[in-house]
Structure formats: C-alpha cells, structure tokens
C-alpha cells in the first residue's frame, strides 16, 4: 500500500485547509484509516480516524473544528480543517487509525503551517 497526502500549504490562524490521501497498490481499510500528525520535536499523534465503519475519534486539540470522511470509491480520505491555530503546524499524515492494528508504510505527508 502508498499512502500520499496532499493539501498541506501555508495559512493564517483561523484559516481553513483540506487535506487528502490517496491510497493505492493492495487492498486498503478505509474504515480504520485517520490522519496524523507530527510537529517538529514532538512524537506523532493521530488527530482524526475511523476506529470502525462510520465511528470516528478526534484528539480533544481539534474536536469542533476538524473533520474527517472519506470516499471509497477513490481509496481517499479528506481531513478538513477549520480555525487553524499555530498549534496545528505540523506534518500530516494518514495510517492506519486502530491502535495496535498493523500500519501500512508511512508516506512522505504534507506540511501545514499555520502562521500571520
């Protein structure tokens, strides 16, 4: 499986970003798929998944303002992102949102910086 998220860019507090990724090669769990993400320094969390079919988790950072979906039609799950704040920089990624199910291979992730 390859996992490629798009979308990231530069965007002042409060601002509003959608993030994708797509995901190809071998048959892929979308129902668990979440995204993460890693600030510099820090270790990687998740901040949005699908822990089984339609239920969804948020980290209490981004509950209210972001939201994740997806279309399996297209092996692709969205994060949109609402009233970004500086704390939101970091890169993201999408993986496998289940804990201590087994992970596909990290993508590459796309940055989001959040700044005036």
């Known amino acids: 499986v390859q996992l490629q998220a798009s979308g990231g860019g530069l965007v002042q507090p409060g601002g509003s970003l959608r993030l994708s990724c797509a995901a190809s090669?071998?048959?892929?769990?979308?129902?668990?798929m979440g995204w993460y993400r890693q600030a510099p320094g820090k270790q990687r969390e998740l901040v949005a998944g699908f822990i089984s079919g339609r239920t969804t988790k948020y980290a209490d950072s981004v509950k209210g303002r972001f939201i994740i979906s997806r279309d399996n039609s297209k092996n692709t799950v969205y994060l949109q992102m609402n009233n970004l704040k500086s704390d939101d920089t970091a890169v993201y990624y999408c993986n496998v949102a289940v804990e201590d199910w087994t992970l596909y291979p990290w993508g590459q992730g796309t940055q989001v910086t959040v700044s005036s």
């Open positions: 090669g071998s048959p892929v769990r979308m129902n668990v």
